[in-house]
């Protein structure tokens, strides 16, 4: 960095503070949201150049899924679990592109994710986002967009709201309510498409696979799928 740049910097610091997302401490540069440090410490999975990946896995005997991969492991108590805490519920959407970016790459380094034709947000409840002011799967898509190209359509599907409460519910009943609570808008669209599910986190998997069922249902189609966060309990 020559000696304009470090004044520039200087004075950018001190006019406009920012701080690393992860521990807070100082940032130099406008350019990242995390410290090297913090950076270096995210959980990668390195499932994207993975068949048979935990996360595939999930779904087998489910629905069937091209490809599937989550960016990053998550832990309670992690940098990983603050940042999705402040995507989720602080309005953080910068988070979101952040980790789209890095899905993006990884994405982009394996080749088991070519010729996708749209990446598809699973849908928040309407409800919820309309209090939240954005659907963070969205975000987390337009940051994949922003590095591969691949168009983001969240039209295709929505979310109703439930009925009942799920508490008292066998299995079964909650399959069925779960897999209920999303509602194809257009069907069309996803003929002959090989299209990417995109959500923050996967845990067991039944909401993505709920999702996913509704998309397969349209016919001719290919499903993926993309986390930024693999949870195990
Ligand atoms: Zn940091």
């Known amino acids: 960095m020559n000696t304009i740049n470090l004044i520039k910097n200087g004075l950018t610091q001190l006019f406009f503070p920012h701080t690393c997302y992860g521990c807070g401490s100082d940032l130099l540069s406008e350019e990242s949201l995390l410290c090297l440090r913090c950076l270096n410490d995210l959980p990668e999975t390195n499932f994207a150049k993975h068949l048979n990946n935990p996360v595939e896995k999930i779904f087998w005997g489910r629905i069937p899924v091209a490809a599937a991969m989550t960016g990053f492991y998550f832990s309670k108590h992690a940098i990983i679990q603050s940042l ?62 922003e590095i591969t190209g691949v168009p983001v359509w969240d039209n295709i599907v929505t979310r109703r709201v439930y ?60 499903l993926s799928i993309a986390a930024l966060a693999y949870a195990t309990d």
């Not at 409840?125 to 967009?145: E, H, L």
Request: glycine share 8%; charged share 25%; hydrophobic share 35%.
């Open 84 to 145: 999705i805490h402040q995507l989720k519920y602080k309005g953080k959407k910068e988070v979101g592109i952040f980790f789209g970016n890095r899905l993006a790459f990884q994405l982009k380094d394996s080749n088991r994710f070519n010729g996708i034709d749209a990446l598809i947000p699973l849908p928040l409840f309407p409800d919820k986002q309309k209090k939240r002011g954005y659907n963070q799967a969205s975000v987390i898509a337009n940051g994949i967009s």
């Open 163 to 222: 009925t009942e409460t799920q508490t008292h519910k066998g299995r079964t009943d909650r399959w069925q309510n779960v897999s209920e609570s999303f509602k194809l808008l257009n069907a069309d669209a996803l003929k002959n498409k090989h299209v990417m599910l995109v959500d923050d986190v996967i845990t067991t998997g039944a909401t993505t696979e709920a999702c996913g069922s509704v998309l397969l249902s349209a016919g001719m189609v290919q």
